[in-house]
């Protein structure tokens, strides 16, 4: 595995408000096979021992308009030498996938862990509670023991797991370590989150169109973050404050983001109109979290925005309807052109992202107008599912 470095913070830090989650630090880490967009055409007919020119040319399109330029993942020529029936069509294969992957995401959050918690600065004897997303594994008992163990955490630390939230998966963790860090005064909670793409990788099939979207979209990686309430001054440096947090789920869409756990792994089907119904209803849903601060429409271009880039499309809906100017998603754009979509994870890379971003800003008078002490966290996930956190940041 291999993880990115610190983030550099050397902003000023505010206040937080007394009883308020915040983001203390994070971390991220990644498998070392490093794709480069423009070599993965290539690479998969040839790993997949696929000659259909159609699909082929399909693959090189979409490896375009997804604007990822480079991406993490698990899969190796190694792995496929040593189980080629992962290439193979029709094979049972979950068991093999499975193996792979426990031990790839477990590898992956350890380091992301341990990251944060460098960064952090406390040692790890003061977690008290862990809250553990991927969409990437079965097991019994889940990851986030192993998880636990691999950090050397006290028996005694809480745990809770969130399996198969998909995309929206990390803001739904935060949602969850906030309401545990302000239930439990004095608590820090450790949020990891980890996926890899090898439960669904698969052989190009005409009969199976999305999963040229995911082969060109979707990346592995791990991400991980410590909350807690009332930061110790001097010791603990706060970025995010997570004032609330709402969830909201779409009636009669849950067949949009559909995906089975079947004997060849995990299969998924995204309804065409997905970019279309997250942009019919996103106005709603972050007006309920802005009017609980006085925020209206008219204020979407003085906020922050830490949005999920589900892929380009999404984004572009959401700065169109929004009427967002173009450095509001640069953070998400960001994310998605260095990791692809990484699932749960890359809410964490956005808001890695989203810090630079600001800090570089710092001494330019013409960024500074638009003002972003407040902003919104937003995810979207199977059912079709929004996940969103008013937030106030910390850090400028």
């Given amino acids: 595995m291999g993880s990115e470095g610190e983030t550099a913070l050397n902003g000023v830090h505010k206040l937080a408000s007394p009883g308020k989650a915040t983001i203390l630090a994070l971390g991220k880490a990644f498998p070392h096979q490093l794709v480069m967009q423009e070599l993965l055409v290539d690479g998969y007919f040839k ?39 992962l290439a193979l069509e029709g094979t049972p294969t979950i068991n093999q996938r499975l193996k792979i992957a426990n031990k790839a995401v477990t590898d992956m959050a350890i380091e992301a862990s341990q990251g944060c918690i460098k960064n952090w600065g406390r040692p790890s004897s003061s977690i008290t509670h862990l809250v553990y997303v991927s969409s990437s594994e079965a097991r019994l008992p889940g990851g986030d023991l192993y998880l636990a163990k691999g950090l050397g955490l006290s028996p005694e630390t809480s745990r809770v797991t969130l399996y198969f939230l998909g995309c929206s998966g990390g803001v739904a963790g935060l949602r969850v370590a906030k309401d545990i860090a302000e239930n439990n005064p004095g608590s820090r909670v450790l949020l990891a989150t980890s996926e890899t793409t090898i439960v669904g990788f698969k052989p190009p099939s005409i009969d199976r169109p999305y999963d040229l979207v995911g082969a060109a979209l979707f990346g592995d990686g791990a991400g991980a973050i410590v909350l807690g309430t009332d930061p110790q001054l001097g010791i603990e440096k706060p970025l995010f404050e997570l004032h609330t947090s709402i969830q909201h789920f779409l009636p009669n869409t849950e067949k949009t983001i559909d995906g089975k756990l079947t004997a060849e792994g995990i299969s998924f089907k995204l309804g065409r109109d997905l970019p279309q119904l997250i942009e019919d209803n996103i106005e709603g849903f972050c007006d309920k979290l802005m009017r609980i601060v006085g925020l209206n429409d008219k204020d979407y271009n003085k906020m922050f925005w830490a949005v999920h880039p589900g892929g380009p499309a999404i984004l572009n809906r959401m700065e169109k309807r929004l009427d967002l100017l173009p450095e509001k998603l640069v953070a998400s754009r960001r994310a998605l052109m260095d990791y692809g979509n990484a699932s749960s994870n890359t809410i964490v890379y956005v808001l890695e992202y989203m810090i630079e971003e600001s800090l570089k800003q710092n001494h330019n008078e013409k960024k500074k107008e638009h003002g972003d002490e407040w902003g919104l966290l937003l995810a979207f996930g199977p059912g079709i599912t929004f996940e969103g956190i008013l937030a106030r940041k910390l850090i400028v």
């Fill in 47 to 85: 790993n997949t021992k696929c000659d259909d020119p159609v699909l082929k040319q399909k693959l090189a399109r979409l490896c375009k308009t997804t604007t990822v330029k480079t991406r993490y993942v698990v899969m190796s020529e190694e792995i496929l030498k040593e189980y080629p029936e």
